[in-house]
């Protein structure tokens, strides 16, 4: 007994080429998306701070390091925290 829904299995097998090409171009289309964009939990652990600590720094002007807001988002770029790290680096 064939499934209920035989007929677009059927059709998926018949065009599976097509399916998987378009796949894989939607894949790459997702990737092109991928940003260097952290939110705090992310930066907080690249940092090796917690998240309270980010959101302090950030309320009490403590250290310049630059935040973009997305609605009520709080991300950080990625060059950004690398620039803190180098700025606060002592050589020794």
Request: with cysteine; aromatic share 10%; hydrophobic share 40%.
């Amino acid at each position: 007994m064939l499934p209920r829904n035989w007929p677009v299995l059927k059709q998926m097998i018949q065009n599976k080429d097509t399916i998987m090409s378009e796949h894989i171009q939607n894949a790459g289309f997702f990737n092109m998306f991928q940003s260097d964009l952290l939110s705090r939990r992310q930066a907080a652990a690249y940092l090796g701070v917690s998240e309270q600590t980010l959101a302090i720094w950030k309320c009490c002007g403590r250290y310049q390091l630059p935040l973009v807001k997305i609605g009520r988002l709080v991300k950080y770029k990625k060059a950004d925290l690398d620039a803190f790290i180098s700025r606060r680096t002592i050589a020794g």
